[in-house]
């Protein structure tokens, strides 16, 4: 079936540098797509969403890029801090639909 | 707000046992859902529900059933308890915003880490 995921389980970044996550969406169908943060312990927390009419949308400290045409998601994180270590998640939906799939996630852990 | 919240926490359960994890949202959310998280993976969907009386089977419905006689409440029940079924699970709700962007931001609750021995 088709799914969302992410093209790295783990990525390690170095405080102060910014962070680039990944994730690849097959359901060319998909209008909706969102981020989600889970701190270990934790449910999962809402970062932000894009729209498939939308190129790039901003948030605090946070991007999303979405690219159609190769069904590419990226969330971009500037100026890493230690909080943010955690796993990301994207998820997609197709139009009309509340169901969420979601990808496996990539784990982000930040050096001092 | 409370937001979403689930009981237990945790729970042990031996195998061919029965429990029901609560679920509750004091948002008005309309839409419900119950996911189940294992190691590696993201969550899959178990059982949705888009209002009261209404539900519907997700990804991976097997070995649970739901109700949703509430808009706030959402129970999911383990009818006999299987090693496989050894989970961490979620539930989650959101509510279709108004206007031209539609929004389906899911609020989750902290999650109850099940183990069936």
């Known amino acids: 079936g088709e799914s969302v995921g992410l093209h790295l389980p783990t990525l390690s970044v170095q405080e102060g540098d910014n962070s680039i996550i990944n994730c690849a969406y097959s359901?060319?169908?998909?209008?909706?797509f969102i981020w989600y943060k889970q701190e270990s312990g934790k449910g999962p927390q809402f970062i932000i969403d894009?729209?498939?009419?939308?190129d790039k949308r901003q948030g605090q400290r946070v991007t999303v890029l979405l690219n159609k045409t190769v069904k590419h998601l990226s969330l971009q994180i500037a100026a890493t801090q230690p909080g943010d270590s955690a796993v990301y998640f994207c998820?997609?939906?197709?139009?009309?639909?509340?169901?969420?799939?979601f990808g496996a996630g990539t784990t982000v852990t930040v050096r001092a | 707000n409370a937001g979403v919240t689930q009981t237990p926490k945790f729970q042990v359960l031996k195998t061919g046992q029965s429990m029901t994890l609560q679920c509750a949202q004091d948002m008005n959310h309309e839409y419900m859902s119950w996911y189940r998280q294992d190691p590696g993976m993201g969550l899959r969907l178990i059982h949705y529900?888009?209002?009261?009386?209404?539900?519907d089977q997700g990804e991976v419905p097997n070995g649970y059933n739901v109700s949703r006689s509430t808009t706030e409440d959402f129970p999911l029940r383990l009818l006999s308890a299987a090693p496989s079924q050894t989970s961490v699970y979620f539930c989650a709700s959101s509510s279709r915003t108004s206007g031209r962007f539609r929004s389906y931001e899911q609020y989750f609750g902290p999650g109850t880490r099940l183990t069936v021995t």
């Open positions: 998820a997609e939906t197709p139009p009309g639909d509340y169901k969420l799939s």
């Open positions: 894009i729209r498939s009419n939308m």
């Open positions: 529900s888009v209002g009261a009386g209404i539900t």
């Open positions: 359901n060319s169908a998909s209008d909706y």
